[in-house]
């Protein structure tokens, strides 16, 4: 593909800047990659490392001439940081984010946005347990879902971050905002709560230890508390900014765990034969359509994101 963007500010360096950075180098789609991270040593080692042309040390730097700027910071930084460079954006440029919630980011976000500059959300549906710029790779994105919210845009500035995601690898979609917030908390949000919420159990049950937990993790806990180990700061900044949505689904699962509990307790084999193979269809729907891919671990130690 050819260049879609002459210079990409990506604010933020961790595992989905750093897999974008990666990405666009290999489908030649970005003409300049900038970065800037708040840490010192996020940006030292992004340097080390090369993960993109240029590091900046402070954000008027790094947003200086771009003409797409993409916020890869947790929700709730987001209002803060679109205040900060918004004196500093290029007229025309095109300002997005990657975070998995949408109306709040665009509360956050819009009403700081100059004339002339669009500010078009999107979410690419990938990730890992891993963080920090060491933890990005190229292919994070290929054959996975990226949800851009038009919000209102100019049709061709839409059209060109699409097609920079599509470039990434990602199949692309278009969804209003609040419609995207519900979505996501079935299929993201909801199922980290429940992950977070099961290794808490497991810590308070006081008479298996620690060491049992971990030593006969079978495959089932393992893998559903997986994305426990994501960033507690992200994730916290998730539920509070998609707080209405995240509730709907808690009490739809609520409702659905009664009912599981009730034909245990009454011994109504019936309705959980029927109940698991409706759920196991579900999974290999899922399986059939790529999105069981397992991502690769480039034998890095779990550390602290998830998307």
């Given at each position: 593909?050819?260049?879609i ?68 910071v ?39 946005m100059?004339?002339?500059v ?70 993201s ?40 180990a ?20 808690l ?57």
């Amino acid at each position: 593909m050819s260049v879609i963007y002459n210079r990409v500010a990506l604010i933020g360096l961790g595992l989905i800047a750093g897999s974008m950075s990666l990405a666009m180098r290999r489908g030649g789609l970005a003409g300049e990659i900038v970065g800037y991270a708040r840490s010192k040593e996020t940006r030292d080692t992004a340097r080390e490392i090369g993960l993109v042309d240029r590091v900046c040390d402070t954000l008027p730097e790094a947003v200086a001439g771009a003409d797409l700027v993409v916020l890869c910071v947790p929700v709730g930084a987001m209002g803060g940081i679109a205040q900060e460079i918004a004196p500093h954006l290029a007229k025309g440029a095109t300002v997005s984010d990657v975070g998995s919630v949408k109306r709040a980011v665009i509360d956050a976000v819009a009403p700081h946005m100059p004339a002339g500059v669009q500010f078009i959300p999107a979410h690419p549906i990938a990730g890992t347990e891993h963080s920090g710029p060491r933890s990005g790779f190229a292919s994070l994105f290929d054959n996975r879902w990226c949800i851009v919210i038009p919000n209102g845009g100019d049709e061709a500035a839409v059209k060109r971050l699409m097609d920079l995601w599509r470039g990434l690898g990602s199949h692309v979609d278009a969804m209003e905002a609040d419609h995207h917030d519900l979505a996501l908390a079935v299929t993201s949000h909801t199922p980290h709560l429940i992950a977070y919420t099961m290794v808490g159990v497991a810590d308070d049950l006081e008479r298996v230890s620690d060491n049992e937990v971990i030593k006969y993790s079978a495959g089932g806990f393992r893998d559903l508390t997986r994305i426990a180990a994501s960033d507690p700061t992200m994730w916290r900044d998730v539920f509070l900014n998609n707080k209405q949505a995240t509730l709907e689904i808690l009490g739809r699962f609520t409702e659905e765990l009664f009912a599981l509990q009730r034909a245990i307790r009454t011994g109504d084999g019936a309705f959980l034969h029927d109940y698991f193979t409706r759920t196991r269809a579900i999974r290999r729907e899922i399986i059939e359509a790529g999105q069981d891919t397992a991502v690769p671990n480039f034998g890095r130690t779990p550390e602290a994101e998830g998307h």
